[in-house]
């Protein structure tokens, strides 16, 4: 069965500081993949997706992701992170059918001052 | 242009009632996806038109819940006999085509009591 795991359910980092959001996936084949942001009482907004190509993918905001075959990771990175990026992240995963994405269950990061 | 809307944005409904939830995808989007989000989960898929059809209607918990895309543009998530577990914030996405990154509406809060 196709999945999407993100193993940490918070995260908290300084403002300043480095962020890296861990997310696996478990396909038959490489999905399509992507990294969503969620503001508390706001839509999924897509911060970046990977087709195919060149690993390492650059989204909005200054995040970026990269692709690692071997590992079946696609985990998302920021260097330096800013209060307006506490909120929740969410990686997901399009199958061959292409017909819905499988989403992981999030991660939930604050932002210390 | 315009993004994905969803009328209403929040809707209260006593258990046993029948709902309706609105979608209107961004326009010349030919793919409409419905997904449910409960507290602190991802979203998980409920169904997927291409057009007016639908193509995978594979993650309706049951036959309480049904949804149409009449003319191919704007669909109606239909839930009928509420329970308490419905309550959850359900998600509509449109994109392209199938296959294709998908855009998300904000959502409607749906509590019912």
């Known amino acids: 069965a196709q999945s999407v795991t993100q193993p940490d359910i918070h995260i908290t980092v300084s403002e300043g500081a480095s962020l890296e959001l861990r997310c696996n996936y478990s396909?038959?084949?490489?999905?399509?993949l992507f990294w969503y942001v969620q503001s508390p009482g706001q839509g999924l907004q897509l911060l970046l997706k990977y087709f195919s190509g060149d690993t390492l993918v650059q989204g909005i905001k200054g995040f970026e992701a990269e692709f690692k075959r071997s590992q079946s990771s696609f985990n998302l990175r920021k260097p330096s992170v800013h209060w307006s990026d506490a909120a929740e992240y969410f990686c997901?995963?399009?199958?061959?059918?292409?017909?819905?994405?499988?989403f992981g269950g999030g991660t939930r990061v604050l932002v210390k001052p | 242009g315009a993004g994905v809307s969803q009328t209403p944005s929040n809707k209260v409904t006593e258990k046993g009632k029948y709902v309706e939830l609105r979608c209107d995808p961004i326009s010349g989007h030919t793919a409409l996806y419905w997904y449910r989000q409960s507290l602190g989960q991802g979203p998980e898929f409920l169904i997927y038109?291409?057009?007016?059809?639908?193509?995978?209607d594979s993650g309706l918990p049951n036959d309480r819940f049904f949804a149409v895309r009449p003319e191919g543009s704007v669909s109606t998530l239909k839930i009928q006999r509420t329970e308490r577990g419905d309550s959850a914030v359900y998600l509509c996405?449109?994109?392209?085509?199938?296959?294709?990154?998908?855009?998300f509406g904000p959502g409607t809060r749906l509590t019912v009591l």
């Open positions: 996405a449109s994109s392209l085509r199938g296959y294709n990154e998908q855009f």
């Open positions: 038109f291409q057009g007016t059809g639908a193509a995978d």
């Open positions: 997901a995963g399009l199958g061959a059918a292409g017909n819905k994405l499988t």
């Open positions: 396909y038959g084949a490489t999905p399509y």
